[in-house]
């Protein structure tokens, strides 16, 4: 039976800075732990585990050779990932989460406290085993960084995944226009979104969509095809995955990400 603490609430800003704080907080950092670890909530399969499968199907025939997970958070996708391919790289802007992913593959459990209501906590611990991934975690390295900066150059990647994570970059059109250099041609892009476009993340003028452009407005999808369109082809038509994000006992946060999926074909 969980344990029940209080717990002070932290207090954050609303700055660019004080934005990616956010992911640092303990109660951040406990959320993403559950909704990657946790049950599944109001009848949604959990999200990180059904994105790997999504990318897992779309590489049948293909070969599995190397992944990397951009905005890995707590590490689901990556380790399910590393269940079909030969090394997984999961990258996060957070220190926090890498810290996370990394003491469950080091150790195979990790702890957390979720928000029940007010200032009452309790107490919840997970294994890699409850899931089966044990075997394969070895393949998985997890690395902080930021998607925007990163060593374009150095590696060549069977699949990307980048999974809600193009609404909170600065320049989501200039990461499009170059994430092509880490895949093989005939690679795999697997992008999810919710499309939650804010000035804080992402600078008005830099929003692939979801704004009016000379009086026409302009979808996020079309933004993304057309950054996309030199040097990708869509392998299928977008659809729409379910995921939530526990805030207390009684308050979750329901979200549909646009999923797509590119083949790198120059």
Known sequence: MAKTYLQKQPFC??????????YESETSVAQYCDAHYGPDKLGIANFPAHMAHLCASAMLGKPKRSALDLGCAAGRASFELATCFDQ???????SRFIEIASRLKERGSIGYRLIEEGELISDHEVLLSDFGLEATAHRVTFCPGNAERLDIHCHCHDLVLVANLIDRLSKPG??????HKLLVVGGLLVISSPYNWLDHFTPRQQWLGG??????????????KKKLAKHFDAVSEPQDVEFVIRKTARTFQHNISQVTIWRRVC
């Open 211 to 224: 704004r009016f452009r000379v009086g026409t407005p302009i979808t996020s999808l079309v933004g993304l």
């Open 88 to 94: 997984v790289t999961g990258i996060d802007f957070s």
């Open 174 to 179: 200039k990461f499009l226009s170059e994430i």
């Open 13 to 22: 800003k609303t700055s660019l800075a004080a934005s990616y704080t956010l």
